[in-house]
């Protein structure tokens, strides 16, 4: 997966390190949500999984972009 800057990717290392999941695990997790709407979703990693708006942004802007 290449990590362009910009692009929801370039977030990933910084992800992993800071919360100690695998990106493939909040993948996972994002897919199991019966929320559909990205602020929803962004919403829902900032308040039960205490993710930054960044990174939550970046997880389920990825997620969906591959989803289609």
């Known amino acids: ?3 362009v ?8 290392p ?3 390190e800071k919360y ?3 990106v493939q695990e909040w993948i996972a997790l994002i897919r199991s949500s ?3 709407g990205h602020m929803e979703l962004v919403t829902w ?10 990174h939550a942004n970046a997880l389920v802007a ?5 989803e289609r």
């Open 1 to 3: 997966m290449a990590a």
């Open 5 to 12: 800057k910009g692009n929801p990717a370039s977030y990933f």
């Open 14 to 16: 910084a992800i992993e």
């Open 20 to 22: 100690g999941r695998p």
């Open 34 to 36: 019966p929320l559909t």
């Open 45 to 54: 990693l900032k308040t039960e999984h205490g993710l930054g708006h960044g």
């Open 62 to 66: 990825h997620t969906r972009s591959i």
